[in-house]
């Protein structure tokens, strides 16, 4: 089954260095899980609840009991991942890069296959400072979001040679 689990982080997983874990079972892989007596139950149990959900959405995946209803993960590239849910009393925004055998939940902001000067300015301090100006407050910490912190942040025009040095910052970070 190793091939239909993966990594599944979150806020808490990322921060926290926490280890939680899906089946991630593409159509091609239905086959390979229904042939674990486990998984095919579970399978089952997620059609059920699907059938009996009063949500529309859930309702209408109730025959693809294999697949996320909300599923943006993608393959074979890697993601830049933000946690939604952070504290306010650190120096920097924690922010990462993870490999396509991770799947980012709900409860972080992602960018997939990003250019790797992305991270530097994600993780910058200014961009910190941004976030908790625009973004909603969290009791004590920020709330990210990326319609408000991302796509709003205001980036110059960057040269190759600006992408370049911060290419050189974001593998020092990391």
């Avoid at 007596?37 to 959900?53: Q, Y």
């Avoid at 009791?139 to 040269?159: C, H, Q, V």
Wanted: with cysteine; net charge positive.
């Amino acid at each position: 089954a190793d091939s239909i689990i993966k990594k599944y982080i979150g806020s808490r997983e990322f921060t926290s260095s926490a280890h939680r874990w899906c089946l991630w079972i593409d159509d091609s892989s239905l086959e390979l899980a229904q042939a674990i007596p486990m998984i095919r139950n579970r399978l089952e149990k997620v059609r059920i609840a699907r059938s009996g959900s009063k949500g529309s959405q859930s309702q209408s995946k109730a025959n693809s009991p294999h697949r996320f209803v909300y599923a943006p993960h993608q393959h074979g590239v890697r993601a830049l991942i933000v946690p939604s849910i952070t504290t306010d009393s650190r120096e920097y925004l924690p922010v990462g890069l993870v490999s396509d055998d991770v799947v980012i939940s709900n409860k972080a902001a992602v960018i997939y296959d990003p250019p790797m000067w992305t991270l530097s300015i994600v993780a910058s301090r200014i961009h910190e400072q941004w976030i908790g100006n625009v973004c909603v407050r969290m009791r004590m910490g920020y709330s990210y979001s990326n319609t408000l912190g991302w796509n709003t942040f205001p980036i110059p025009k960057l040269t190759e040679k600006n992408k370049d040095d911060l290419t050189h910052c974001a593998e020092d970070i990391l």
